[in-house]
């Protein structure tokens, strides 16, 4: 099969070539519940440029070369012996976790967590590739009105937006703030999910023009250009008192610190992007009574519920489409800020 194939670090990321587009092995099942998938999408995250850059090596045992794509739709193409529920031919979309189920992280549905797992574009081989080798819990079955190249990215950034989204809704009032920054892949699909789930008013930060008015077809009430002056704006918008909820889609920079600064007290600060570091004293801690939570994609049972809203049409992901062959294009337009949305690979 054909794959783009990372075979070097670049730390800089200044090289022409992250990955070479080559032959490969085809897949193979060895286990009774391993399924192929025939891809017919898969998405560009900016995890993938971290990995290229050589950050993940502290994180996972994985040797060079491999495959990137942890984001990823299609057909099933063959079934182990063992597996049921799924048949040759059917339109798919990919948890990024392929577990056992059996240990009591899973047995709970908290599979990213799962203490026997593995993780196709981060630790094992991924969706650059014209197949893929996952297993039978990992698999939910789309409907007929969403095609594999349009939903990819909800396996990664559609499910990690909607997790943190998800918990920021269980809290938020009517008459309530909540404050998003990044208003890229992740961001836009959040946005959607909180105007889909909860009635606080939705603030948007992003540093570009075009992100902004994505984010206002996508439900924000506020728009605030990030250009070092977005705490005080929000403050403006919140009567002093800032977000009771604030979504960090970035996660580096000077996001973490004006993303708590714009944090009400006993608000919380849901983050998402990383690459940067939370630095806060303990004093200020104890007063301000802010709530710091990770969030680390989501479950199994929240991508069905994901797709249950995109299938009604409340949720919707702005893609551009790129061939397999073009994965350096489409991560070099990552790296660069051209991509307004989700990057997508179609073999």
């Known amino acids: 099969m054909k794959a783009a194939v990372l075979h070097a670090f670049d730390e800089k990321l ?41 950050i993940w090596r502290s994180k996972v ?29 059917d339109a798919v979309i990919c ?19 799962a203490l026997d797992s593995s993780f196709p574009g981060i630790n094992a081989n991924g969706g650059y590739a014209q197949y893929l080798l996952t297993g039978q819990r990992s698999l939910i079955k789309l409907p007929k009105t969403l095609a594999p190249r349009e939903v990819a990215p909800y396996t990664d950034a ?14 938020l009032l009517p008459g309530e703030y909540v404050a998003v920054i990044g208003a890229g892949g992740l961001g836009h699909i959040g946005i959607q999910v909180l105007a889909a789930l909860c009635a606080a008013e939705i603030i948007v930060i992003d540093r570009s023009e075009p992100s902004l008015e994505l984010a206002k077809a996508c439900g924000a009430h506020h728009l605030i250009k990030a250009d070092g002056n ?35 007290n006993g608000g919380y600060y849901y983050i998402v992007g990383y690459g940067g570091k939370i630095d806060i004293p303990t004093i200020d801690m104890i007063t301000s009574e802010k709530t710091i939570v990770g969030n680390l994609v989501g479950t199994y049972a929240e991508l069905v519920e994901l797709m249950a809203l995109a299938d009604r049409g409340r949720v919707n992901l702005h893609t551009r489409e790129y061939k397999l062959s073009e994965a350096n294009d489409a ?17």
């Open 331 to 347: 991560l070099h337009d990552l790296h660069h800020g051209k991509i307004h949305g989700r990057a997508v690979l179609v073999p």
């Open 61 to 89: 045992d994985v040797a060079l070369p491999y495959i990137m794509g942890h984001e990823n739709a299609g057909w099933v193409e063959a079934i182990g012996p063992g597996v049921e529920g799924v048949k040759v031919g």
């Open 95 to 113: 948890h990024p976790l392929v577990t056992s189920g059996h240990c009591l992280a899973c047995r709970r549905g908290d599979d990213m967590h």
């Open 14 to 54: 200044t090289g022409k070539e992250f990955v070479r587009y080559e032959d490969v092995a085809d897949p193979k099942i060895s286990r009774p519940t391993d399924v192929i998938v025939r891809i017919g999408g898969a998405g560009v995250c900016r995890t993938d440029l971290h990995i290229v850059e050589g």
């Open 230 to 264: 977005e705490v005080e704006a929000v403050l403006a918008l919140t009567g002093g008192h800032g977000a009771e909820a604030t979504i960090d889609f970035v996660g580096e920079g000077d996001a973490v610190a004006r993303g708590l600064a714009m944090t009400a």
């Open 158 to 171: 559609g499910l990690t937006a909607y997790r943190a989204a998800k918990k920021a809704s269980r809290h």
